[in-house]
């Protein structure tokens, strides 16, 4: 099988819920007001900030489990303290040039969505067809 026949799932929910649910105060604000560069540098870095929660619990369940393969609790925690930390060097860079905290800001995006998908690497739920209340389908 190839990658998308495998993925396919995981990569539908990614681009309806991350991609165009999650960045649409972004997108939706681009088309129908009239928005700059620094809103939507704040926007996509708010995105990012917002998705370290997530990110920082999953990277404390790999703690409680002990399952340290590859020193992934230490990969996973520099992955959650660099979005903060480039957020800073985004706003403090906002008023000497909006076009490179842009341009951070997109790859703080981006890095993101990396670290989610990689993050749920192995996750099932998107294998097998579960209620929207929660739980398995029977």
């Known amino acids: 099988?190839?990658?998308?026949?495998?993925?396919?799932?995981?990569?539908?929910?990614?681009?309806?819920?991350?991609?165009i649910c999650g960045s649409s105060s972004i997108w939706m604000s681009f088309?129908?007001?009239?928005?700059?560069?620094k809103d939507i540098t704040i926007g996509l870095i708010t995105i990012a900030i917002a998705s370290v929660c997530a990110s920082a619990e999953r990277v404390l369940k790999i703690l409680r489990t002990?399952?340290?393969i590859d020193n992934e609790d230490i990969i996973g925690l520099v992955a959650v303290v660099i979005p903060l930390v480039v957020s800073i060097i985004v706003v403090g860079m906002l008023k000497?040039?909006?076009?490179?905290?842009?341009?951070?800001?997109?790859?703080?995006?981006?890095?993101?969505?990396?670290?989610?998908?990689?993050?749920?690497?192995e996750k099932e739920?998107?294998?097998?067809p579960t209620s929207p209340l929660g739980g398995e389908i029977q």
């Open 31 to 37: 088309l129908f007001l009239e928005v700059g560069l």
């Open 66 to 68: 002990q399952r340290r």
């Open 125 to 128: 739920i998107f294998e097998e």
């Open 1 to 19: 099988m190839n990658w998308f026949s495998l993925h396919k799932r995981k990569l539908i929910f990614f681009i309806v819920f991350f991609l």
């Open 96 to 121: 000497k040039s909006e076009a490179f905290a842009c341009f951070l800001s997109i790859i703080v995006y981006v890095s993101y969505c990396i670290l989610w998908w990689y993050q749920n690497r």
